[in-house]
C-alpha cells in the first residue's frame, strides 16, 4: 500500500472515532448551571401530582363511620376517653370566684369551694346582716373537708376557729357556695328586704349552672337574713330544678319580702315535703315570734335560753353545739348518712 493511501485509512479511522465520540456526549445529562440548582429535586416533582390526587372518603347516608380512615376514629374515640376522665377528677380544693348577675343587674361577689368528689351534694351559706361570706370561711372549709386551711384575720370570733367543731366523717365532702347579699361587703349597711330577695333568686339560678355536681342532692343553711334567704332560697330552686332538700335557719326573721311561717309552709307543701328546721333564742324576740308562729310535720325548732342572734349563737358553750345541729340535719335530709 502507498503512503497516500494509508493517509487516508489513518483518516477515515480518526474521523470514526470523534464521530463515536461525539454521539456518546449528546446522550448524557446536560452541564448544571446555577439556575437548574434552584429548582426542586425530582423527587419532589414526582410526589407532587400524588397528593393532589388523593380524594377524601365520602360520606354515606348507609354507614357514616366508612366517611373516615380507621386513624381518625381512633383519635376521636381518644379525645372522647379523655374528656369523660377528666369529668371523673375533682378539681382542687381552693374555693373559685364567682360572679353572680341580678336580674336587675347588680352583681354579687360569690365563692364556690369544690367537693373532694365529682357529684357531690351542694350546700348552700346565707351570710347575716353584720357580716358577709367572709363569715362562712372556715365553716365552708370544715364541710367541704379536704384539709385545706383558709389565711384568716386576726380574731377571736368563735365561728372562725375550727377547734371546737366536730369531726365531720373521713368519707364526706360537699361542695360548698357562698355569696354576699348587695350592700353588705363587710357588714350590711341598710336594709333592702326586695333587693336581698333577688340576690337569693340570682344565687339559686346561678348554682343551677354549676358543673360537676349532684343538684338533686342539695340544702340551704342561712344565719339571720341568710335564714330566711335559706328557706325562700330552697323552695325558689325546687319550683324551677327540684332537689333542695332542705332549709336550716338560724335565727329568722322574716327579713326578706315573705314572713318565715310562709316560707316553712312553702317546703312543707312541697311533693314530697321538705324538712325546715329553726334555730333561735328565746331573747331574740323577732326571731322567737318567726320560729313559734310556723308549723309543720316535718318543721322542728331548737331554742337557747338568751339573746343571741344568727352567728353569734355560733359558740363552743352551747349545748346542743349548732355545729352538731348543722349534722343533724344533714342527716336528716340523707345527705351525710354518717354525719350524726
Not at 173 to 197: K, L, M, P, V
Request: proline fraction near 8%.
Amino acid at each position: 500500500m502507498n503512503s497516500s493511501r494509508r493517509i487516508l485509512v489513518l483518516f477515515s479511522i480518526v474521523l470514526l472515532v470523534f464521530v463515536l465520540c461525539l454521539s456518546a456526549c449528546a446522550s448524557s445529562e446536560p452541564v448544571t448551571t446555577p439556575e437548574d440548582d434552584k429548582q426542586e429535586p425530582i423527587e419532589s416533582v414526582e410526589t407532587q401530582p400524588k397528593e393532589t390526587e388523593v380524594v377524601p372518603p365520602t360520606i354515606t347516608e348507609t354507614d357514616p363511620s366508612d366517611a373516615y380512615p380507621v386513624e381518625t376514629q381512633e383519635v376521636v374515640e381518644d379525645a372522647e376517653t379523655e374528656t369523660e376522665e377528666s369529668l371523673e377528677n375533682p378539681l382542687p380544693p381552693d374555693p373559685i370566684a364567682q360572679t353572680i348577675k341580678t336580674s336587675d343587674g347588680v352583681e354579687l361577689a360569690g365563692l364556690f369551694y369544690p367537693a373532694a368528689e365529682v357529684n357531690a351534694p351542694l350546700l348552700v351559706l346565707f351570710h347575716w346582716a353584720r357580716g358577709d361570706q367572709r363569715d362562712y370561711l372556715v365553716i365552708a372549709h370544715w364541710l367541704q373537708n379536704r384539709g385545706y386551711q383558709p389565711e384568716l384575720p386576726e380574731t377571736d370570733l368563735p365561728w372562725l376557729d375550727s377547734s371546737w367543731f366536730p369531726t365531720v366523717p373521713e368519707d364526706v365532702s360537699f361542695n360548698i357556695f357562698t355569696f354576699t347579699f348587695r350592700g353588705c361587703e363587710g357588714g350590711c349597711q341598710q336594709f333592702d328586704r326586695e333587693g336581698w330577695a333577688l340576690d337569693v333568686e340570682a344565687v339559686m339560678d346561678h348554682v343551677a349552672e354549676l358543673d360537676n355536681i349532684d343538684l338533686s342532692q342539695m340544702a340551704a343553711i342561712g344565719a339571720s337574713i341568710g335564714s330566711d334567704g335559706a328557706a325562700y332560697g330552697c323552695h325558689y330552686f325546687n319550683e324551677e330544678n327540684g332537689g333542695c332538700q332542705g332549709a336550716l335557719s338560724m335565727s329568722p326573721g322574716g327579713y326578706l319580702t315573705i314572713p318565715y311561717p310562709d316560707e316553712v309552709s312553702n317546703l312543707g307543701n312541697e311533693n314530697p315535703p321538705k324538712l325546715a328546721w329553726c334555730v333561735y333564742s328565746s331573747g331574740d324576740s323577732e326571731s322567737a315570734n318567726a320560729c313559734e308562729s310556723a308549723s309543720g310535720d316535718d318543721y322542728r325548732t331548737t331554742v337557747y335560753s338568751d339573746g343571741a342572734h344568727g352567728m353569734a349563737m355560733f359558740e363552743h358553750t352551747r349545748d346542743p353545739n349548732p355545729m352538731e345541729i348543722i349534722m343533724e340535719f344533714l342527716t336528716q335530709i340523707g345527705l351525710c348518712e354518717t354525719c350524726h
